[in-house]
C-alpha cells in the first residue's frame, strides 16, 4: 500500500469554473476486500475463504497469484483480481514468453478446473461453444475478473523505476490473454496510488508531470478494453503525515473544514480526493472512465490516530457514502464501481517503513476475530468471525517474573523485536504503556508465538517463563500464534509439576521433560489445595490423578504416571500422603517480585 502522499491544501476560497460533469450511468457499487498475507501467522486459505463466503464478500484483491488462495477460491462465486508484484515487471515487459508463461500458469490453469468443477452450471452460451474448455463469461465473471499489473508501480518513493515497464507489460500480457482466448473474460488494470495526481483544489487535480506521457498511454489502454482506473485512496495518511490536516475532515460526519471549489463544496477528504482524480483524468480526455478504488481503510494501532474507534468510524462512514450513491460533486450519483476495503486480515510481517501501523489494516485480526462492529453494506449484518481456527495451545511467554530487568533483558528485547512484531509497543499503540517489564515480555511472547512456541524460542538465556495466566492487559493483547496442523503437540511420557508465581496466583505447569512441550495448565489461586490420587490402570500400571479443590469447588488437574518433589520456578513444593490413598501437594509461594 501507500508510502507517501500527496498533501493537500483544504482551506480555499478561490472561485474556479466547473468541470463538465460527465454523463455516467448510475452503478451500483460493491464493497470487496484486499487479502494480503504478509503475516507470521497465516490462516489457510480454506479458512479465508470461509470467512469471506460467511460475510457474504464478494470480491477480492490479492497482491499475487498464490496458488493456495486461487485453489481455495475456485468455485466459491467470489471475484478476484490477481496482483502481478512490481518485480515482475521488467521481465513481463520485455518478454512475451514470460507473460505467456504468467497466463497460462496463474490465469489459464485455475479458468480450465474451475470450468470442469461447474460443468453442470453452464450458461446457454456455453453450451454452444461445446469445444470450448473455457467457462462461459457468466460464469468466468464469477470465477475472476482482473489482473492488478504492478502494485503501486508510480509511487514517488520508487523513483521511476518500474514506470517504463507498465504499458509494455500491458501490452504483453494482453496478447498473452488473446492468445489464452481470455480477452474480454480478465482485464487488466494498474492499480495506482492516489499520488500520481496532485492539485490543492479537486477541479486543479493533474498528474504529476513526469508521468503525463505514461498515464496517458495507461488510460488510453484502459479505456479501449473497458477496463477502470485503479486508484488507492487514504485519508489515514494524510492524517498521519501533516499535522495541520483537520482530523474531522478525514471521516464523512460533516466536517467544519470543508473545502469550496467553486461551485463545489468538499466534506470529506475522500470525494476531495476521488474527485482530483476526476479532473486530472478529464484533462487527458478520459473524464468518463470507471473508477475503482483498489485500496481504502484505517489502521487500528501503531499511531495515535489509528485506533477502533476511528477505524470503525471511517470504514462505516466509507461504506454508507459509498453505497448511498450519492456520488462525489464532479460525479453526481455515480460512486465508484467497486471499493476494496484495505484489507481483510493485519499483516505483522508487512514493512514498518511507513509506519508501525502497516501492519494494522484488517477489519479482522490476524486471527480472522472482527475487531469492531461493521456492516459491510452486503445484506448480512455486522462482521462475522472466522471459524475453525485452530490455535497453538494457550500459553505464552513472559520475563521471568524473578529475574532482575538489567542488561540482558534489553538485548533480547531487541533481537525478539527485530524478528517478530512488537509494533503495537510503540507510541500510539495499544501496548505502550505496559512498562519496561510488560515490553520484554510482549517480545517474547511475540517471537515465541512466531517461532510456533517452540519451547526454546522462550529461552532467552533463562530469562524468559512459559506461562498459561494471559498476560493480556486491557486493550494490549499478547497473541496466541496459529497452528498449521490439525493435530497439535501431544501428550508426554515423563512429566512433572512446574509451579511459579504470578501476582497472588500459584500456577501449574504439566512439562514433559523429554519434549519440554506443556500439555496442560491450571492456575490455582493461593490458598488453594491440590491432591493427587494414585491409581492403577487396567494394566497394573500405576497413574496419578491431580484435583484442585479451590474456591471454586473440584476439578480435576491432570493425569500422569509419575511424580517428582523438588524446587522449581522458585517455588518449593513436596508431597504429602493422604489417608484415602492420594497425596496432596503443598504450595508453599512467594509473593512475585515487583
Ligand atoms: C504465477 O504467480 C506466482 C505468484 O505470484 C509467481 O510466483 C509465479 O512466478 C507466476 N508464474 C509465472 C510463470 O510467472
Ligand atoms: C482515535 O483516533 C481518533 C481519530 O484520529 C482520535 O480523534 C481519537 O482521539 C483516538 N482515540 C484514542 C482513544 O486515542
Ligand atoms: C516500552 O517500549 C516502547 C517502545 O520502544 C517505549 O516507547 C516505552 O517507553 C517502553 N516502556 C518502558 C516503561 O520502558
Ligand atoms: C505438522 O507439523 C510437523 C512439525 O511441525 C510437520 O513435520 C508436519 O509436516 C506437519 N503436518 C502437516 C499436515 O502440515
Ligand atoms: C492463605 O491462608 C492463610 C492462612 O489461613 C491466610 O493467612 C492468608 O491470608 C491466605 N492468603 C490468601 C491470599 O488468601
Not at 469 to 482: A, D, E, K, T
Request: negative net charge; proline residues 4%; glycine residues 10%.
Amino acid at each position: 500500500m501507500a508510502h507517501t502522499h500527496y498533501s493537500q491544501a483544504l482551506i480555499s476560497l478561490i472561485t474556479l469554473t466547473l468541470i463538465s460533469r460527465p454523463p455516467l450511468q448510475m452503478v451500483e457499487s460493491a464493497i470487496g476486500v484486499n487479502w494480503g498475507s504478509v503475516s507470521y501467522h497465516r490462516l489457510s486459505p480454506s479458512i479465508v475463504v470461509d470467512l469471506l463466503k460467511h460475510n457474504k464478500i464478494q470480491k477480492v484483491k490479492l497482491f499475487d497469484a498464490d496458488p493456495g488462495a486461487l485453489r481455495a477460491l475456485m468455485g466459491s462465486g467470489i471475484q478476484v483480481m490477481v496482483g502481478i508484484p512490481n518485480e515482475m515487471l521488467s521481465v513481463l515487459s520485455s518478454s512475451s514468453v514470460a507473460s505467456d508463461l504468467w497466463v497460462r500458469q496463474n490465469v489459464s490453469s485455475y479458468v480450465g478446473k474451475y470450468g470442469a468443477d461447474i460443468s453442470k452450471f453452464r450458461s446457454k452460451e456455453e453450451e454452444k461453444e461445446v469445444s470450448s474448455d473455457l467457462v462461459s463469461l457468466d460464469d468466468y465473471e464469477e470465477c475472476r475478473r482482473y489482473i492488478a499489473v504492478g502494485n503501486e508501480p508510480f509511487l514517488t518513493s520508487y523513483s521511476g523505476q518500474y514506470q517504463s515497464y507498465v504499458v509494455p507489460a500491458l501490452l504483453n500480457l494482453q496478447q498473452s490473454l488473446a492468445k489464452a482466448n481470455l480477452v474480454g473474460y480478465v482485464k487488466l488494470v494498474v492499480p495506482c496510488n492516489a499520488d500520481v495526481y496532485e492539485s490543492s483544489l479537486p477541479s486543479q487535480g493533474t498528474f504529476r508531470p513526469e508521468l503525463t506521457d505514461v498515464i496517458t498511454q495507461l488510460v488510453s489502454f484502459l479505456n479501449s478494453n473497458g477496463s477502470p482506473f485503479v486508484v488507492n485512496i487514504y485519508p489515514f495518511l494524510n492524517l498521519y503525515q501533516n499535522t495541520d490536516f483537520p482530523e474531522d475532515y478525514a471521516f464523512f460526519e460533516g466536517t467544519s473544514h470543508s473545502v469550496t471549489d467553486g461551485q463545489n463544496i468538499y466534506s470529506n477528504a475522500f470525494d476531495g480526493n476521488l474527485d482530483t482524480l476526476v479532473a486530472a483524468l478529464s484533462k487527458l480526455g478520459y473524464g468518463q472512465i470507471s473508477i475503482v478504488i483498489g485500496e481504502v481503510g484505517w489502521p487500528t494501532d501503531g499511531a495515535p490516530n489509528a485506533n477502533l474507534t476511528a477505524a470503525r468510524a471511517f470504514n462505516q462512514g466509507l461504506i454508507n457514502h459509498v453505497l448511498s450513491n450519492k456520488g462525489t460533486p464532479l460525479r453526481p450519483g455515480v460512486p465508484p464501481m467497486d471499493v476494496y476495503l484495505f484489507g481483510l486480515l493485519d499483516e505483522g510481517a508487512k514493512s514498518t517503513l511507513p509506519g508501525n501501523f502497516e501492519r494494522h489494516w484488517g477489519i479482522f485480526s490476524f486471527d480472522g476475530q472482527a475487531k469492531y462492529q461493521l456492516n459491510l453494506g452486503l445484506g448480512n449484518g455486522l462482521l462475522k468471525n472466522a471459524k475453525d481456527v485452530q490455535y497453538l495451545p494457550s500459553r505464552w511467554c513472559i520475563a521471568n517474573p524473578y529475574s532482575d530487568l538489567s542488561g540482558g533483558m534489553t538485548n533480547h528485547l531487541n533481537i525478539a523485536c527485530s524478528a517478530a512484531d512488537c509494533t503495537t509497543l510503540n507510541y500510539g499503540g495499544s501496548c505502550n504503556a505496559i512498562g519496561a517489564k510488560g515490553n520484554i515480555s510482549y517480545a517474547f511472547n511475540s517471537y515465541y508465538q512466531m517461532q510456533k512456541q517452540n519451547s526454546r524460542s522462550c529461552e532467552f538465556d533463562g530469562l524468559g517463563l512459559i506461562t498459561f495466566l494471559n498476560p493480556s492487559i486491557g486493550q494490549c493483547r499478547f497473541l496466541v500464534g496459529i497452528s498449521d496442523n490439525i493435530s497439535s503437540s501431544v501428550v508426554s511420557h515423563t512429566s512433572f509439576w512446574v509451579l511459579s508465581l504470578r501476582d497472588y496466583k500459584i500456577q501449574i505447569i504439566n512439562l514433559d521433560v523429554m519434549s519440554g512441550v506443556i500439555t496442560q495448565g491450571l492456575n490455582v489461586a493461593y490458598n488453594d489445595s491440590v491432591m493427587i490420587e494414585r491409581k492403577k490402570d487396567d494394566d497394573g500400571n500405576e497413574k496419578e490423578e491431580g484435583f484442585l479443590s479451590g474456591e471454586d469447588g473440584f476439578e480435576t488437574l491432570y493425569e500422569k504416571d509419575e511424580t517428582t518433589d523438588g524446587v522449581l520456578g522458585g517455588i518449593e513444593f513436596e508431597f504429602k500422603e493422604m489417608p484415602v490413598g492420594g497425596a496432596a501437594l503443598d504450595l508453599v509461594g512467594v509473593p512475585l517480585p515487583d
